[in-house]
Nanobody
Framework: QVQLVESGGGLVQAGGSLRLSCATS????????MAWFRQTPGKEREFVAG????????WYGDSVKDRFTISRDDAKNTVYLQMNSLKAADTAVYYC?????????????????WGQGVQVTVSS
């Protein structure tokens, strides 16, 4: 089992920045694929960023490339999402996901564990 707890959401003006955190627990993480997704009402969960826990492979959704950065802190067992140059279109509930599968996973169906989600609201 893997437990994921997100934090760091909130309200920010367009052009601003936020950093989301995903604290993980429950098992060793070096074999997990971690990712951030986001979701707005009535839409499917959208891939934002992913990484192998080893950190060697990172990939991003097209809409956030060059603005968002995924990273991790091994000592804290925490994954981060640094979000810069935020836009109103980035407003969503953001979820941290973990998968026991390997690969450049960008489909939410491929993830086994989820956090509770945090709201990010960007005012224009």
């Amino acid at each position: 089992q893997v437990q994921l707890v997100e934090s760091g959401g909130g309200l920010v003006q367009a052009g601003g920045s936020l950093r989301l955190s995903c604290a993980t627990s429950g098992r060793t993480f070096d074999s997990l694929t971690m990712a951030w997704f986001r979701q707005t009402p009535g839409k499917e969960r959208e891939f934002v960023a992913g990484m192998w826990w080893s950190g060697r492979n990172i990939w991003y959704g097209d809409s956030v490339k060059d603005r968002f950065t995924i990273s991790r802190d091994d000592a804290k067992n925490t994954v981060y999402l640094q979000m810069n140059s935020l836009k109103a279109a980035d407003t969503a509930v953001y979820y941290c996901g973990a998968s026991t599968n390997w690969g450049y996973l960008s489909d939410s169906q491929q993830y086994d564990y989820w956090g509770q989600g945090v709201q990010v609201t960007v005012s224009s």
